[in-house]
């Protein structure tokens, strides 16, 4: 779960789902004189759309944080998570990949790349490195055999594929970081958006010129990006989202009731050049 807390005590929480949903907006939008627009596009994101997904079962009626009264965020260590993340994400990525290869392999990569501080493309912002179970680590071996293998097809006769594959999959991290930076990352304590970066940005398919993307706030839900790398301005997104009140009960039955009885929001924001 995508968990932002408030000073209130109450809970903003949006599921892997309704994540990927709002960084599907930024792909879909990506683009404009300076910055490439993305291509494959419906492979990208059909990719950004699902990247994250495979959890259903498990957000349905999730485990939950019991002494703060709702589920656990996606950073939180929780014991019982792990076959259950490697089980439903291997279902995804041939799920993904059954419609369309390279998106599959979009997504494969996504998931081996979390396992790796996102392959270090970024130095901003800085990743967390964690050791790996046994289980992980062999789960990260066999997707990225199998990436290989369907990276090796795809590529036969296209001199630039691998190039043009390097800079999709950026762009799918940098589509994921911006979503967590609206339901997550981008506030301080007072609920105030943060200056954030993420760098190296890649400008376009044909150059390797780099930029540093620069998101500043610009009132209670917007912010300014610099440089501007979308199609339109301002750029109004959304995503679903549920907001859980403090549960007074510490049991896990009372957190996963309020869970189920949280009213539904729709955050919006405004990203503007």
Not at 144 to 154: A, F, V
Not at 163 to 191: K, V
């Amino acid at each position: 779960m995508v968990v932002r807390e408030l000073k209130d005590g109450s809970v903003i929480v949006s599921t892997q789902e309704d994540h990927a949903e709002l960084a599907a907006q930024f792909a879909a939008h990506w683009g404009n004189e300076r910055f490439s627009r993305l291509r494959p596009y419906s492979t990208m994101i059909l990719a950004t759309l699902y990247h994250d997904s495979g959890y259903r079962e498990w957000e349905g009626n999730p485990p939950v944080h019991v002494e703060k009264g709702r589920p656990y965020a996606f950073r939180e260590d929780n014991p019982l998570f792990e076959p259950v993340e490697l089980k439903g994400y291997m279902k995804n990525v041939e799920w993904v990949g059954s419609r369309d290869p390279y998106a599959g392999l979009l997504v494969s990569m996504h998931r081996s790349g979390l396992w790796e501080n996102r392959y270090n493309v970024f130095t901003r912002p800085a990743g967390r490195v964690r050791e790996r179970s046994p289980a992980v680590l062999a789960a990260k071996k066999e997707l990225e055999s199998r990436q290989e293998q369907i990276r090796r097809g795809l590529a036969a006769g296209r001199a630039a594929f691998d190039d043009e594959l390097a800079y999709n999959y950026r762009a799918l991290q940098i589509f994921d970081l911006l979503s967590l930076y609206f339901c997550c990352d981008g506030r301080d304590a007072d609920g105030r958006f943060k200056e954030y970066a993420i760098a190296p940005v890649r400008v376009a398919y044909e150059t390797r010129e780099e930029v540093e993307l620069r998101l500043i706030p610009h009132g209670p839900d917007a912010v300014r990006v610099d440089p501007y790398p979308f199609d339109l301005s301002p750029l109004r997104v959304a995503a679903r989202a549920r907001l859980i009140l403090p549960v007074p009960e510490k049991t896990e039955e009372a957190a996963l009731e309020a869970y189920h009885k949280a009213p539904r929001r729709l955050l919006e924001f405004e990203v503007r050049s």
